[in-house]
Nanobody, 114 residues
Framework: QVQLAESGGGLVQPGGSLRLSCAAS????????MGWYRQPPGKERELVAR???????SYADSVQGRFTISRANAKNTVYLETNSLKPEDTAVYYC????????WGQGTQVTVSS
């Protein structure tokens, strides 16, 4: 079993930044991919960014150039640096990890508002 602990969400003004963290614990020795989805109010959950076990990253077009995903393997932790935030980035951000199964975190709220 794998547990994911997210942190770093909050309220930020447009143009601001937040750093989201996701720490995986439990029966995890390696992973195929870790990353983040988000679910804006009243909308479907969407993939934001992911990083593979080999370090290959990919991003949604809407966040390309503004968000950066990185990892600390020794800690089984993934980070999402979010910059130049816009009101449309407001959502619950969910961490995920893919090992032999797909695991979700509980989610952390990001609100971008003046």
């Amino acid at each position: 079993q794998v547990q994911l602990a997210e942190s770093g969400g909050g309220l930020v003004q447009p143009g601001g930044s937040l750093r989201l963290s996701c720490a995986a614990s439990g029966s995890i020795f390696s992973f195929n991919a870790m990353g983040w989805y988000r679910q804006p109010p009243g909308k479907e959950r969407e993939l934001v960014a992911r990083i593979t076990g080999g370090g290959i990253t990919s991003y949604a077009d809407s966040v390309q150039g503004r968000f950066t995903i990185s990892r600390a393997n020794a800690k089984n932790t993934v980070y999402l640096e979010t910059n130049s935030l816009k009101p449309e980035d407001t959502a619950v951000y969910y961490c995920f990890v893919i090992t032999t199964k797909f695991y979700w975190g509980q989610g952390t709220q990001v609100t971008v508002s003046s």
